[in-house]
């Protein structure tokens, strides 16, 4: 059973451009939601992350946007630059079970200059 | 250390054999967690760890792979008579907070395993 759906699997943006990665998850037992970037040969670095009392949040270039009825949630990549080319992923986590995290297949992203 | 440090990088086994995944946590981290990212894939739960304790094991794939964590900080995953499915990198993430959520979970960069 796949809990998290990832699309799409690959974008290639203009530089300057934004970039979109949507997520959609199944249980409604999920309270934490962030999004993981992860360059080739290192380990996923954390973003910026949501829980589902807001709809939206932004730091620096990088917004996420909830849709808690939907279970939806969104990154845009605002000025999109070849060095955010990487491979990006939404994660889905419940306090009821630490931390532990549930990911979604990847989206390779690619920024052309 | 700054990060949460793997090793090996890499390692080849032949299929069959034994091997040892060490992770090094941030000092002070009372949470780590095991992944495992096959290539092209997301990671994949393996087991949670809160100090010494081991809390979750409910994502190791078969009773071949154990992990241990005997004194609260480093942590092993051992996987025996390895199989070419066990090919996959293996990650280690380590956390300050005991509670859900905490931004301070960092990963390292991986065991990279790969069974011939």
């Known amino acids: 059973q796949q809990q998290v759906k990832q699309s799409p699997q690959s974008l290639i943006v203009q530089k300057g451009g934004i970039s979109i990665i949507n997520c959609a998850y199944e249980n409604t037992a999920f309270d934490y939601f962030p999004w993981y970037q992860q360059f080739p040969g290192k380990g996923p670095a954390l973003l910026i992350a949501i829980r589902p009392d807001v709809s939206e949040k932004k730091e620096g270039r990088f917004t996420i946007s909830f849709n808690k009825s939907a279970k939806q949630f969104s990154l845009h990549i605002m000025d999109s630059q070849p060095g955010d080319s990487a491979t990006y992923f939404c994660a889905v986590g419940s306090g009821r079970r630490g931390n532990m995290l549930t990911f979604g297949g990847g989206t390779r992203l690619m920024v052309k200059p | 250390g700054a990060g949460v440090s793997q090793s090996p990088r890499y390692k080849v086994a032949k299929r069959g054999q034994d091997v040892a995944l060490r992770c090094d946590p941030i000092s002070g981290h009372v949470s780590l967690f095991w992944y495992q990212q096959a290539l092209g894939q997301g990671p994949e739960f393996l087991t949670y760890?809160?100090?010494?304790?081991?809390?979750?094991k409910s994502g190791l794939p078969s009773d071949r792979f154990f992990a241990e964590r005997p004194e609260g900080s480093v942590s092993t995953l051992k996987i025996q008579r390895t199989q070419q499915e066990d090919s996959a990198v293996y990650l280690c993430?380590?956390?300050?907070?005991?509670?859900?959520?905490?931004?301070?979970?960092?990963f390292g960069s991986g065991t990279r395993l790969t069974v011939v």
């Open positions: 993430a380590s956390s300050p907070w005991s509670r859900q959520g905490a931004d301070g979970y960092t």
């Open positions: 760890f809160q100090n010494e304790a081991q809390l979750d």
